[in-house]
């Protein structure tokens, strides 16, 4: 079974930067694309950045120019770099994988989630 461990969250000042990290416990096969979620206390969860595995990406509006999402296939790793960060980024960060083969069968696997505190 396949896990995805997240790590780089923590506590930073308004302005301030974070990397997540995303790593897979071993090769996940017929990737179709993944990516950043979030949910913050009394919120639904929301996309944050989706990166296909042709490398097109996708952003909310919210983390446009300030967020890149980005993966190292030989470490089997998926980054979210976070910049200018803003008390409303305030969330639990949650990675995914979702994968599509030939015969059209979906998988996705979910990492455990990681807090992100921006204090202002």
């Known amino acids: 079974q396949v896990q995805l461990v997240e790590s780089g969250g923590g506590s930073v000042q308004a302005g301030g930067s974070l990397r997540l990290s995303c790593a897979a416990s071993?090769?996940?096969?017929?990737?179709?694309?993944m990516g950043w979620s979030r949910q913050a206390p009394g919120k639904q969860r929301e996309l944050v950045a989706r990166?296909?595995?042709?490398?097109?990406?996708n952003y909310a509006n919210s983390v446009k120019g300030r967020f890149t999402i980005s993966r190292d296939t030989g470490k089997k790793t998926l980054y979210l770099q976070m910049n200018s960060l803003k008390a409303d980024d305030t969330a639990v960060y949650y990675c995914?994988?979702?994968?599509?083969?030939?015969?059209?069968?979906?998988?996705?696997?979910w990492g455990q989630g990681t807090q992100v505190t921006v204090s202002s």
């Open positions: 990166i296909t595995a042709g490398g097109r990406t």
């Open positions: 995914d994988v979702q994968t599509l083969t030939g015969l059209g069968v979906r998988n996705e696997y």
């Open positions: 071993k090769t996940i096969s017929s990737i179709y694309d």
